[in-house]
């Protein structure tokens, strides 16, 4: 008698406790993050597949591919090909290929890039059923970037140019579209 009653009570303790976390949890906001329409923000810390870094005042690859890097990965996922190009001091990277299926994103290579040319990039969401969508070549990547910046930057500046061009006070012409007259579907009435 003495055992069962000190069970229930030990069970009314639990339940006690129990309920009062979840009455604590109720009232809090939720954490939800509806996924496809809301994405995370990711920590600084974050660690997504490595990605060259911009020279600021050349606006190219900081990488001068010394292959540091490539000799520093356990797990032999990086291929660094680079050239010596007329009137530069030192060689410019050519290549810079990842495979990101072989990656333990371990971080030696970041550590041993003396020059910081390397950092990891905060892109979470690499889902592919395809191979070869893992194999990247980010010097490549960060010259389309750089295109992309540049015709983005041009476009931007033609806009602007046309815009002062017109004369002030003048709305800028537009094509009209003639009235269709308003047409109900069968069936419906007004």
């Known amino acids: 008698m003495k055992n069962s009653l000190k069970e229930i009570a030990t069970g009314f303790n639990s339940l ?8 604590g949890q109720f009232f809090k906001p939720p954490v939800t993050v509806q996924y496809p329409h809301e994405s995370l923000k990711m920590p600084e810390k974050f660690r997504g597949h490595i ?29 660094v090909e680079g ?22 994103l371990c971080g030696s290579c970041v550590e041993a890039c003396r020059d910081g040319a390397i ?8 889902a592919s059923t ?39 006070g003048q709305e800028p012409k537009t094509t009209e579209q003639p009235a269709t007259p308003n047409t109900q579907s069968p069936g419906t009435a007004e």
Not at 16 to 23: E, P, S
Not at 54 to 75: I, M, N, Q, V, Y
Request: aromatic share 6%; with cysteine; net charge neutral.
């Open 16 to 23: 006690v406790t129990g309920m009062r976390i979840t009455l």
């Open 51 to 79: 990605v060259l870094v911009r020279d600021p005042e050349t606006g190219k690859a900081k990488c001068f591919a010394c292959k540091l890097c490539e000799r520093a990965c356990p797990s032999d996922c990086i291929t």
């Open 83 to 104: 050239a010596k190009l007329e009137g530069a001091k030192k060689k410019s990277v050519t290549q810079y290929v990842l495979d990101f299926t072989k990656c333990s």
């Open 119 to 126: 950092r990891y990039s905060h892109e979470y969401n690499l």
């Open 130 to 168: 395809n191979k070869e969508d893992y194999i990247m070549d980010l010097f490549q990547r960060l010259e389309n970037e750089r295109l992309e910046a540049e015709r983005l930057q041009g476009s931007l500046k033609s806009e602007d140019q046309s815009l002062k061009s017109e004369a002030p």
